[in-house]
């Protein structure tokens, strides 16, 4: 089983492009997260969806779009991006609708805003 | 003040020792508390979850939790090698948004 795949791993954005992450998840999972981890900040919560058609901010939301496509799909855009969004960003999924912390990670994408 | 704090470390402890890493919590209504392994380059693995006052064990891990004290620990018996990794302390607040907060984390090294 894939588990949570995110696409790309690897991106450098200069200043003020745009670029969408992709994620999905194989494992018909109702909630999808995304999270950046930054040194020293632990991992910080940008927007969640708690089931199909549905989202909600996190902690860190600005600068930052989401789509649940559908069940298996959640997508994080960066309209205009800026150095400090250079990141690792994680897509999670969760079994559950609700608050929890049973989650799945991918295996994280590497963004360089220059 | 933040939400969960850890000692970054690093940690280190020799190999078959005990290996005690700490969290505290500033919410007091939190009733739910996980901690997630996380090897270097890699993402973030549940590997214990506790919600109940006193101590959960599984294998050589042991999740203990004083509510009174708002304060979660993992004890890793017998550590290996490779147990070093850093160890992430995750709380679901009891606020509006209820969604799981995160500490920085604590490198632990287990020196063979």
């Known amino acids: 089983n894939a588990g949570v795949t995110q696409t790309p791993k690897f991106q450098v954005l200069k200043t003020g492009q745009s670029m969408t992450l992709q994620c999905a998840q194989d494992?018909?999972?109702?909630?999808m997260y995304w999270y950046r981890q930054d040194p020293g900040m632990g991992l910080r919560l940008i927007y969640y969806?708690?089931?199909?058609?549905?989202?909600d901010k996190g902690e860190v939301p600005n600068g930052y779009n989401v789509s649940r496509l559908n069940k298996r799909e959640f997508s994080l855009r960066l309209e205009s991006a800026a150095p400090s969004q250079t990141s690792v960003y994680f897509c999670a999924s969760s079994r559950r609708e609700g608050p929890t912390g049973e989650l799945f990670f991918g295996e994280g994408s590497r963004l360089t805003v220059l | 003040q933040k939400e969960v704090e850890q000692n970054s470390g690093p940690l280190s402890v020799p190999e078959g020792a005990i290996a005690s890493l700490n969290c505290t919590y500033s919410?007091?209504?939190?009733?739910?508390f996980f901690w997630y392994r996380q090897y270097s380059g890699k993402s973030p693995e549940l590997i214990m979850f506790?919600?109940?006052?006193g101590d959960k064990e599984d294998g050589r891990f042991t999740a203990q939790l004083n509510k009174a004290s708002q304060y979660v620990s993992l004890l890793i018996r017998d550590s290996q090698p490779s147990d070093s990794a850093t160890y992430l302390c995750?709380?679901?607040?009891?606020?509006?948004?209820?969604?799981?907060?995160f500490g920085s984390g604590t490198q632990l090294t287990v020196l063979p």
């Open positions: 919410d007091r209504g939190s009733q739910s």
């Open positions: 969806s708690a089931s199909e058609g549905t989202t």
């Open positions: 494992m018909n999972h109702n909630s």
């Open positions: 995750a709380v679901i607040l009891s606020g509006s948004a209820r969604q799981l907060t």
């Open positions: 506790i919600y109940s006052n």
